[in-house]
């Protein structure tokens, strides 16, 4: 292996609060180890187009605080060509970088993947989404954020809920996964969670918010993960709205949509984003590539990038049993 | 008129942050003047069924702080009705109610006019309302803490707007009046904002989007009041997206919805409702009756309740100037 | 007059949340007016020095929601002198600044007005301080934020006092005034509120203190003035502490200090902001000089610079009152 | 062993924002069990007392998201004699209780432990500090809030310090450890942290602050843990400023102090708070006793509280490092 001088930094996929503490982390700790930086910004579409940034210390100076992500972040379908991943090799050859550290998620590590079979520049990945669905990390950076966004937001609705006896039904993020739906469910007290991993048994739900809702003349509030297999949100309150027994119901949905996204990341984000961000430059100076960094049992761990994306995170099926005991 | 010893308060339309630190003032200010007082559960609906509870001091310990309502919030269509509201009054004559306090918006001083027309118990106003479309103040309870959830919401979504050069239409409250989009589009830097109050005009609208995303690369944000007389944020966006020129542009709909009416009130709101509970008992008191109590140029103001409804609050057109000249 | 090309804008004296609102407001409003415009750094400090820097429309994206200032502040003793004001004219002229726009509080106008006389280049000042005590208008740049960021702290506070049952007394900011720590009070259901206006009598404090904590063994926090003429929180629970009738009560004290000071402007404050500093602009451009724009009930106005710091704002004497009617 | 049919809890020790999500876990699981619980107000001074309260499902409703704790808590003298011991095992005899779940920290697990030996009443602990500094578990109920908490406070002082160009020492809680400050410290990108696990060199302090200040004359900020062998904040700022190397650095001292403690919990603290009431009551229906439940690598796990209070918790060295490659 050649020696690595320079280092290329970008973030790729649906942005995560955390990026930027992440990117500070990779070039701090990349200057300690006398190596160059450059930025390149909007992912693998920049990387094509060769939209470089030299970065220093300074640079990346009061971003750790900042949601989003200074880099950018796009789609590229070029880069899903061989063309357009030659073009992008050239780039960095020509740019000098030697090296590359990748901020995002499952498609990030895929293109990732298929980059380093082509061409050789070693490359490490850390784990930026806030769905938390990536096998080979506990946390993914974003994800305590955007479940602390969602609960403050939950609890207002709570309150709503509350003042007028209301039933709602509340969709959080997570297309293939339910660790948001999940933890967001046991930390706003929902009576209900509804998740793409469980099957969602539309009479046994209809049952249960009757009975909850009836014995008490209390609020209920649902949390169904987007990804949920019946539907989401909007197509559970349908199927409830076309029960008689739903009519003296007032339901509503509310969709928390984007606002889970962005903000100031957490303590927990920022901390992760900064121990993963200098982990993967050590990780690229002791000769590693095509891995992503991530967090288990507390300790720093690699993980082929192949089983990052090939492999499947599971939910922990004690915190959906508490779910039902507690809700 | 007689004298009034024994007063009851509630809560009646949508919650609002502050309605609770409202029942407060009104609870401990009426005891201060040697009152009994009596929480009315649930509005018109719980006045007619005499869900009634006695209030001390401590009764509203440690409420001051929390969203929603504690006496709970309903709609009545029996109050809507001649013997609805005779049962009403009999129920608070039975209780020994000689005056009342409603905390509320249009419709629920719409009803209590009628009220003291026909059965002559006393009743005052307090204005809490998330909208801040009431004539006779120059703020409603809960409407700085709504602005402030919301914007709070979109500098979060501006962070992913930003990351992924996007164009996001975000849709904040506000049926009938633009206050709440019109201060949230100057708190949060929105490039346009689009109210009732004024034409929107969808192709002017375009070209202004167009200009500014095409000129620069750069994110945009419209913020949409819900009630905006063209059809809220999927309308608007329904007419982007059949437009040619907006098939390159990544365009979002982010509505807020419920997000933006419960939550802990602001410091603005928690005072104001401090004043106004506390200024309603005041009026209850010096033999005020129909009169809603405001804030206007920062003094304690009483307007009758028919101005209330019956008048239109302006939007200020500074303010609307302010967003073409900043966003 | 002569006709103004160019303006230089400023913030001196203690950051405030908003003061990066104001100048983005200053910035987009002179741009619109076809104005060139120059950020100072470091106020009265970096005129002398000529720390300038050029300021078009993106230099200002994206930092209406931050705190602080970016173009930073400080204190200059040279200022003071007939010599370094002398040195900053001249300064300014060599760069081409016809007019200035001033963002800070007293001490920052009372420079301007001498300034002025000496040198005669048009200055209008925006008033930015959170403790609200400027003559002039009724809320200053950065009040809003410092009282809901204090009024968090204290609802924490809160949670810790009623859990041990303990007394807190609670420092917030205001050297001079009262207005922090008597919306603070009221916002927070604070027992008590001590303040520079208003005489502390000690023997009086400790009865009523007393006479809650014994009556119903509960919780009280005291919400205490920096520039209480008593000495502060310290000193306050130095004199209670002295006398045997409080051994038994545990008492604590709490400083918020400088975490009043910064964070993301709330929704008030960027709006005000926004108003004001495009207000700024344009009472340059309509010729005015030396006063300071203020909202007074809603509107914009203007008042002279020497009215500003010479004569005195009045605390609301109905909200002292309505912290002994509600603690 | 007897069967459980009657639980009691209590909190103990300073109260930690989600101790009331963790009384809810154990109501609800006991109540699922079919299990009665007395909730045991303010400690072993309660205890002792027999200030008992019955609960059920509803008593612990809208509690999750609160801070403090609604069972209070206290410091019992009492208690650390036998005789207070025996007093409070015959008032939960005399209440039927046969189990105990005790949420607090060390000093709760020590008074448990010696209990248990005497009076043989089966109790489980459940870790309720924001110290995280308990042997047994990797996070504690209220240290992720706590972080949380101070580090929103350490960014509004960053604005005011890069306003200003000041040197800020802020004060955390921590009294024998550093896990506050460490995570804080990485959390708010400090220039250095100070803990008392390692040794305090002052004057080589002085010099990395000097080298970092007038290198870049920029602004920095040291988070000290209160128990920093060296003296806190407090006492470093003194020796500063004793040093006329430091005379024109702009030195200021802010102890966050109590504000660190209440407060809504996080996300993580309501889900962990779940997990370890709903455990503990499991724990004890399985006949253990004498333990506290933990989450240790994701997973629960029980250890005596002999090993939490006599074992000591270390902070983790690679974060230590990555404060000074990042700061």
Known sequence: M??????????????????N?????????????????????RGYAGMIEGDFVEMDGRSVSNILQ????????????????????????????????????????DGTFRGAAVFYEEHHIPIVGCPGTID??????????GFDTAMNTAIQNIDRIRDTADAH???FLVEVMGRDAGFIALNC????????????????????????????MSAQSRSSIVVVAEGDEHGGATQIA???????????????????GHTQRGGSPTARDRVLASRLGSAAVEALLQGHTNVMVGVVNGEIKLTPLKHVYSRKKTI???????TQLLG
Chains 1, 2, 3, 4 share one sequence.
């Not at 320079?6 to 609060?17: E, H, K, L, N, W």
């Open 21 to 41: 503490a992440c990117i500070r982390a990779v070039v701090r700790t990349a200057i300690a180890h006398d190596l160059e930086v450059v930025g390149i910004r």
């Open 165 to 167: 006896d209301r039933l």
């Open 185 to 212: 469910g046991i930390g706003s007290g929902a009576e209900m969670v509804l998740i793409p991993e469980t099957f969602t048994d539309i009479e046994e739900i209809k049952e249960r918010i009757l009975s909850l």
């Open 132 to 141: 938390n669905d990536l096998f080979g990390t506990d946390e993914t950076i």
């Open 66 to 105: 900042l949601g989003g992500t200074i880099l950018k972040s796009a789609r590229s379908k070029a880069f899903m060509t061989p063309e357009g991943r030659a073009k992008a090799a050239e780039q960095l050859r020509k740019a000098g970088i030697d090296a590359l550290v990748a901020i995002g998620g």
């Open 238 to 256: 349908q199927d409830l709205r076309e029960d008689p027994a739903f009519a003296k119901i007032d339901l509503r949905v509310c969709i928390l």
């Open 316 to 322: 922990d099926y004690e915190l959906l049993k508490l």
């Open 2 to 19: 050649e020696e690595i001088r320079r280092i290329g930094v970008f973030t790729s996929g649906g942005d995560a609060p955390g990026m």
